[in-house]
């Protein structure tokens, strides 16, 4: 199965979607199509090798379609990225100056016309009003140069899918305004130009050539509107973009060498200089400084770095200069791998979408059938009670009326607009949506089971208590003699006992001789005297503190001189300190919160106590974790579950949503459909909230582009006319249809500035 992306010419609707991902979907060798209208991307699956351009553009250019592949992502080199997508913005900034400018013409003639409509109107119902200084004759005529001038030149896009209708039976939004303002111009050229043979035949004296001018110069409006806000829902993409950083500086014995970014690879020693862009990920060689990685994280506190850190392209260095090594260019970065990230979860599809993209399939050929009908019936049973004249007048502006009413733009910008915004949203705030999918899926969650260790806790053991067993040893002469073994143990627990008594500004004692005890701990020589780090043995088991810092969940050292215990040294996980918030969050929102985990059931209810868990599932093994989610699921949950993204795989793909914690440049991107990056868990909650506001939005979309073509289509057809005998002129089908798409696209833009919480 191989995966492409491309770009997609002459879209303009959710029509035009149907009728590309049918045709595509169709052909052989096309395993799947997924068409989107907010981006103006396609994205194929090939069951086999991937069709040429050529071939795919030979099928789709009968229908006035045609497709640019996009530069493989993964392939891209920062600076080739963005000026990629540089070249596409322009290109798309190029279409809306053209769309400008013929808005700059059509509007204001639109405008007049639509003036003049109401002066007419006015002075036949109100008494006194003063008649338009042109007589309707001389008007007309003019009306109907003006409307011959702009069909025929800035409409011809609407001509096209009338053609392409006729030629291939497949119907798109053009072909709906087309249809309705030729037939509007073709029926006001016939009434004037041919008055004998139209008085002969009994036709109304109508011309409809203003409604035509009125229609194109507000659907020329709308889709200008529609194009301008389109480009605000793709800043986001535009702003990790610009984090991208231009040039670097080779270090090299001492010589400083500014290189484009591109040209750097991997094992390249680095400088960076205070206030300076980090140009790609690596690991810091020497130098310590303040690093703000707000712009990948979304936290606002510069992060403290020193030799053997990372450090991640895109961040911004605070304070002293650095020099690292690279380890990550190009689309290797993660800053590359968000983008590629976020850009592929724009152009995907929630499952709500489904249900406006089955409609948008049969919209138009129903809605031309409806028009026909409509026509039918008005002079079918109009002519009896109106007389034909009339009944053929009402016939054409209702079959007109409809054909432009119903522009199915804003059924196919409802999802995809929310989705762009959302998502965009969740980067900037350092939460990466995978698909549309997970999403959608996260907003119904109603159960979060968490991993304990890396996700609750920090992933590594911190010193929780020091206890002297006398009051010849104190804390910190308990401490300095152990920091003084273990700083040259590499063990976990030692290095946390080293930290410690950095942390407590303790001077660890010179120590020889030293030795580790496979299975025992380690051991050294202070001055004279044999100092030993170790397990505690059967009769350290009945000092009550040992045994009470067990039950707690705590690993205990105990710390002798010359056989003589001391006193202990007990160590455990740290809980993150976002940890407890975030569980009385996720309680207050209704959510079930679950602890898994394959520590001991001591250790595991000891951390899920003091984060305020009540639920802990523990002592499960890797492989295992999988069954727990599904017995969750078993039991009707919808289930999210939160881990590291690596050792949790199994729990994360089985979970209705997975939700990878990220921390520092090992980010498990592809592990999950959500990944937090930073590591802190209270992005879960923000995440939920971006996933309930997305899908409002998305709710609020669908429910106004439906509402409008159900209440639009009867309105249109007259359906007022037999009860208060109020009719819509064609012209006001215009302007509705133009606001429609405007006021969804308007709607997810809301989306940008939505609060997601801490």
């Not at 980067?427 to 089971?449: C, F, K, M, Q, W």
């Not at 009470?548 to 740290?574: C, P």
Request: charged residues 20%; hydrophobic residues 45%; neutral net charge.
């Amino acid at each position: 199965m191989t995966t492409r992306n491309y770009s997609v010419k002459g879209m303009h609707c959710a029509s035009c979607v149907a009728i590309i991902t049918k045709k595509l979907s169709a052909l052989d060798g096309i395993a799947k199509a997924d068409v989107n209208l907010a981006t103006e991307r396609a994205r194929i699956e090939f069951s086999g090798e991937p069709l040429s351009i050529e071939a795919l553009n030979e099928l789709l250019g009968k229908y006035g379609f045609s497709l640019v592949e996009d530069a493989p992502a993964k392939a891209a080199a920062p600076e080739p990225a963005a000026d990629h997508h540089a070249s596409k913005k322009q290109e798309k900034l190029g279409e809306l100056h053209r769309q400008k400018r013929q808005v700059q013409i059509a509007l204001p003639l639109a405008l007049l016309f639509f003036a003049v409509m109401l002066w007419h109107s006015a002075a036949a119902a109100i008494a006194g009003f003063p008649h338009f200084p042109i007589d309707m004759e001389s008007w007309n005529s003019i009306a109907l140069l003006v409307a011959a001038w702009i069909l025929f030149s800035i409409g011809k896009p609407f001509l096209r899918g009338v053609v392409s209708f006729i030629r291939t039976g497949a119907a798109s939004m053009d072909t709906l305004i087309g249809l309705g303002s030729l037939v509007a111009w073709s029926y006001s050229a016939f009434s004037i130009l041919f008055p004998t043979l139209r008085n002969r035949l009994g036709l109304p004296h109508e011309s409809f050539a203003d409604a035509a001018i009125v229609v194109i110069g507000f659907v020329l409006f709308g889709k200008y509107l529609e194009a301008r806000s389109k480009l605000k829902t793709g800043e986001e993409i535009e702003k990790l973009i610009g984090l991208q950083a231009k040039s670097a500086i080779v270090y090299d014995n001492g010589e400083e060498i500014e290189v484009p970014v591109e040209k750097v690879v991997n094992g390249t020693m680095l400088l960076v200089k205070p206030g300076a862009k980090i140009p790609v990920d690596g690991v810091i060689f020497s130098g310590s400084s303040s690093i703000d990685e707000s712009m990948i994280t979304g936290e606002p506190v510069p992060v403290d770095k020193r030799e053997g850190d990372t450090v991640i392209g895109g961040t911004i260095n605070k304070q002293g200069s650095l020099i690292f090594t690279a380890t990550g260019v190009g689309a290797e970065t993660m800053l590359a791998r968000i983008i590629s990230m976020v850009e592929d979860a724009q152009g995907s599809k929630a499952p709500v979408q489904n249900l406006a993209d089955k409609v948008a399939a049969v919209f138009v050929p129903t809605v031309l059938i409806i028009a026909v009908l409509v026509f039918l019936l008005w002079l079918g049973v109009g002519t009896p009670a109106l007389g034909f004249r009339n009944a053929l007048a009402y016939a054409i502006m209702a079959m007109v009326g409809i054909l432009v009413i119903a522009c199915p733009c804003a059924l196919g910008l409802a999802t995809p607009t929310a989705i762009i915004v959302g998502t965009g949203l969740g980067a900037r705030h350092g939460i990466l949506v995978r698909n549309a999918e997970s999403l959608e899926s996260l907003s119904r969650v109603d159960t979060v089971v968490f991993d304990k260790t890396g996700t609750i806790t920090r992933g590594e053991p911190s010193v929780t208590s020091i206890e002297p067993f006398g009051e010849a040893t104190t804390p910190d002469e308990l401490l300095a003699l152990g920091a003084g073994i273990e700083r040259h143990s590499e063990h976990p627990l030692a290095q946390a006992i080293v930290n410690a008594a950095k942390e407590r500004k303790v001077e660890p004692v010179q120590v020889t001789e030293f030795k580790a005890l496979e299975g025992v701990g380690v051991d050294a020589k202070v001055d004279d005297d044999t100092v030993r780090v170790r397990k505690p043995g059967d009769g350290d088991r009945q000092r009550p503190e040992i045994a009470r810092l067990q039950q707690e969940g705590n690993t205990v050292v105990v710390v002798e001189r010359n056989g003589e215990a001391l006193g202990l040294v007990a160590l455990s996980e740290a809980l993150k300190p976002e940890a407890k918030e975030t569980v009385a969050n996720l309680r207050r929102m209704g959510k079930r919160v679950v602890m898994l985990t394959g520590d001991n059931r001591h250790a595991a209810q000891f951390i899920a106590r003091q984060a305020g868990i009540a639920e802990v599932i523990a002592e499960v093994l890797p492989c295992d974790k999988a069954n727990a989610i599904k017995k969750l699921q078993v039991e009707g949950r919808t289930v999210a579950m939160t881990g590291d993204g690596i050792n949790d795989a199994p729990a994360l793909a089985l979970a209705d949503v997975g939700i990878a914690m990220a921390t520092g440049t090992d980010i498990a991107i592809e592990s999950a459909g959500i990944t937090l990056l930073g590591g802190d868990i209270g992005k879960v909650v923000q995440a939920i909230t971006l996933s309930k506001k997305t899908m409002r939005v998305i709710r609020q979309n669908l429910f106004w582009a439906f509402i409008y073509n159900v209440i639009g289509i009867p309105l249109a057809a007259g359906a007022l006319y037999p009860f208060f005998g109020i009719f819509l002129n064609p012209v006001f089908s215009g302007i509705a249809m133009a606001g429609s798409s405007v006021s969804v696209v308007t709607n997810s833009l809301r989306l940008r500035a939505a609060k997601l919480g801490k």
